[in-house]
C-alpha cells in the first residue's frame, strides 16, 4: 500500500444509486467495515491524537464524525440490508462512510482491523466480512483490559448508549455488536473455517506485525493469540 497528500480528493461526490443494487450480504460486510473505521477511530486514546500530530480540538472533531457516523449506521444499516432499493439509506450510510475517513484521520485503526486484516488474507475473506468476524472478540477483550481507565470506561459507556437508543439491549458494547451481526447474518469469529494447527499462532503473528496499532489497550503478539482463541469459541 502507498499514499501521499496529492492524492487526497479535493470533493468527493456521494451517489446512492451506485450502491442500489448491491447484494444484502455485501451491503452487510461494507457497512461494518464503514462502522469499524468510526469505532475504532473513536477508540484511539487522546494521547494517541496528540502523538499523531492533532490538536485537542481536531481529536474533538474526529470523535463527533465518529460518533455522528455511529448512529447513522445503526438506523440506516438495518434498512438498507432489508431494502436495498431505498436510496435515501443508502445515502445515508455512504455518509457514514465519509464520517469514518474523517473520523480515522485519529491515529492508524486498531486491532480490529489488525487482525481482520490478518484472517482476511489468511482465509481469503471479503474484508467487511472478516472485520464482522474479529469485532466480538477484539471488543470483548478491550472492554474487559479498560476497566479501571477512566478515559476508556466513559467512551465505552458513550458508545453503549447510542446502541441503547437504537434498541439493541445488551449491557455491554461486545453484546450489542453481536446483535447486529446476527441480525445481519454476518458469521462471528472463525467458525466455519478451515483452521489448522499452528494457524491461530501465524495469525497472531500476522496481526501484530500489521499497521492498525493503536488499539486503545496496547496489544502484543501474545495478547492477539488470547484474541484469536477467543474468536474461535465463539
Request: proline share 4%; hydrophobic share 40%; charged share 20%.
Amino acid at each position: 500500500m502507498f499514499g501521499h497528500p496529492s492524492f487526497f480528493s479535493k470533493w468527493v461526490s456521494l451517489t446512492p444509486q451506485f450502491t442500489e443494487k448491491l447484494p444484502p450480504v455485501l451491503t452487510a460486510a461494507t457497512g461494518i467495515d464503514a462502522l469499524f473505521h468510526l469505532t475504532e477511530a473513536f477508540f484511539v486514546t487522546h494521547e494517541a491524537g496528540i502523538n499523531d500530530g492533532l490538536s485537542p480540538a481536531q481529536i474533538e472533531q474526529c470523535d463527533a464524525f465518529s460518533l455522528d457516523g455511529t448512529k447513522r449506521v445503526l438506523e440506516y444499516l438495518p434498512v438498507v440490508f432489508k431494502q436495498g432499493g431505498d436510496l435515501e439509506a443508502r445515502l445515508q450510510m455512504q455518509v457514514a462512510a465519509f464520517y469514518g475517513a474523517k473520523a480515522f484521520r485519529k491515529g492508524d485503526l486498531g486491532g480490529v482491523h489488525a487482525t481482520g486484516h490478518a484472517i482476511g488474507a489468511t482465509y481469503h475473506l471479503h474484508h467487511g466480512a472478516a472485520i464482522a468476524r474479529m469485532s466480538v472478540p477484539v471488543l470483548t477483550f478491550n472492554e474487559q483490559a479498560s476497566k479501571g481507565n477512566a478515559e476508556l470506561e466513559k467512551k465505552f459507556a458513550q458508545m453503549l448508549e447510542i446502541y441503547n437508543k437504537h434498541n439493541f439491549a445488551g449491557k455491554n458494547v461486545h453484546d450489542c455488536v453481536r446483535q447486529l451481526l446476527e441480525s445481519l447474518q454476518l458469521p462471528l469469529g472463525l467458525r466455519g473455517l478451515n483452521v489448522q494447527k499452528g494457524d491461530l499462532e501465524k495469525l497472531a503473528q500476522l496481526a501484530a506485525n500489521d499497521g492498525c496499532q493503536t488499539n486503545p489497550v496496547k496489544l502484543d503478539q501474545a495478547k492477539y493469540l488470547t484474541i484469536f482463541e477467543m474468536a474461535k469459541a465463539l
